[in-house]
């Protein structure tokens, strides 16, 4: 009796370390899914594209801008899942990530430059400008 007692909890148990780890997977892959479109390299490349005559960076700039958009990219993709999942906690967070960029970028850009760049937020969060990846 104590054996099958013994066996039905082990049973159990196991599914229940089973069901974890799939329930992990789960929202792994749903993460995954989310980001699936999101490929910072080639994102980072087109907002420079912008950025770098919008403006006028020096060839000094320019490498330091681009590490602060990559690193802010990468960031923004852990984060992305959440767009869909708890939207308010995916604005809490991008505003820390953007107030971030922003503080990185402040030590790079000139004055004017800061100001040119926070004018090239498009109104809306448009998927066909490649900025909207950083405002939004």
């Known amino acids: 009796m104590k ?4 066996a039905c909890l082990l049973l159990v148990g196991a599914s229940n370390v089973t069901k974890a780890q799939l329930g992990d997977l789960t929202k792994q892959a749903s ?3 989310g980001t699936a479109g999101f490929d ?3 994102l980072t490349s087109g907002i420079m594209g912008k950025l770098t005559p919008g403006l006028a960076l020096t060839a000094l ?3 330091k801008v681009t590490e602060a958009v990559t690193g802010f990219l990468g960031k923004k993709a852990n984060i992305l899942g959440l767009l869909k999942s708890d939207p ?4 809490s967070q991008f505003g820390t990530l953007f107030n971030g960029l922003k503080g990185s ?6 004055k004017d430059q800061m100001t040119k760049f926070l004018g090239m937020k498009p109104a809306t969060n448009n998927p ?6 950083l405002f939004f």
Request: hydrophobic letters at 45%; zero cysteines.
């Open 128 to 133: 066909t400008n490649v900025l909207s990846n």
């Open 88 to 91: 308010a906690k995916y604005a």
């Open 3 to 6: 054996k099958i007692i013994l």
């Open 61 to 63: 700039q320019q490498p």
């Open 31 to 33: 993460s995954l899914a």
């Open 105 to 110: 970028l402040g030590g790079i850009l000139g």
């Open 40 to 42: 910072v390299k080639k």
